[in-house]
């Protein structure tokens, strides 16, 4: 059972316009999020993390969201760029070495 | 220099070959990953090291084995590999500690090591 869910498998948004990245999850013993962006033929890079005490971490353009209630994490760019078409992984932490991964969201920025 | 570093980066390999992936790292970090991706699957753990004598299996460690032969070297073995082992393998890095060490408890991912099976 997937601890972690991404439901949406791409996403497709105009250059300049908001994009948002949603991420699901099931265990509520998940201490920290984080998310990664991929470029093909390259390894997953941190883009932002938050703690499951906080419920808002921005870096840039980049702003991340958890709504523990709801076990629901959102991640969004804004403005989009071109540059920023790669997937995008959300990952949750259990103790302090566990990471399990979502199974990733395609973003593709439009020019 | 990649402060992971995965070797092979592609094998094309047939059923019931050994099979070995390397990874290396400078970060001076005591815990190191491996994961697989498959399409649709995201990444998988398989195996997890929290310093050369603390070993742990993952979720998919069935048909691979590790060895941690340093602080900066942990290889994925398949000791007999077959076809729905194809996948791309990644290995990561991480610090011990409440936060990860680094303060926002992150991994460090190498580039990946692409394996087919025939």
């Known amino acids: 059972d997937q601890q972690v869910k991404q439901n949406s498998p791409s996403l497709s948004v105009q250059e300049g316009r908001i994009s948002i990245l949603n991420c699901d999850y099931t265990?509520?013993?998940?201490?920290?999020f984080l998310w990664y962006k991929k470029y093909p033929a390259e390894g997953p890079t941190f883009l932002i993390s938050?703690?499951?005490?906080?419920d808002k971490n921005e870096d840039g353009r980049f702003t991340v969201f958890l709504n523990k209630s709801a076990k629901h994490l959102s991640l969004h760019i804004v403005p989009s760029q071109p540059g920023d078409s790669a997937v995008y992984f959300c990952?949750?932490?259990?103790?302090?070495?566990?990471?399990?991964f979502g199974t990733g969201t395609r973003l593709k920025v439009l020019a | 220099d990649a402060d992971v570093t995965q070797t092979p980066r592609n094998r094309i390999t047939k059923t019931g070959k050994r099979i070995m992936l390397e990874c290396s790292q400078t970060?001076?970090?005591?815990?190191m990953y491996w994961y697989r991706q498959d399409p649709g699957l995201g990444l998988r753990l398989i195996y997890y090291?929290?310093?050369?004598?603390?070993?742990n299996k993952g979720e998919i460690s069935d048909g691979y084995s590790v060895s941690r032969q340093a602080q900066a070297k942990f290889s994925l073995s398949l000791e007999s590999a077959i076809p729905n082992q194809t996948a791309l393998y990644f290995c990561?890095?991480?610090?011990?500690?409440?936060?990860?060490?680094?303060?926002?408890?992150?991994?460090?991912f190498g580039e990946g090591s692409r394996l087919t099976v025939l």
């Open positions: 090291s929290f310093d050369v004598k603390d070993i």
């Open positions: 990561a890095t991480g610090r011990g500690g409440l936060a990860g060490g680094s303060g926002t408890g992150e991994l460090f």
């Open positions: 265990n509520s013993m998940f201490d920290y």
């Open positions: 970060k001076g970090h005591d815990r």
């Open positions: 938050i703690s499951s005490i906080k």
């Open positions: 990952a949750a932490r259990e103790g302090t070495y566990k990471y399990i």
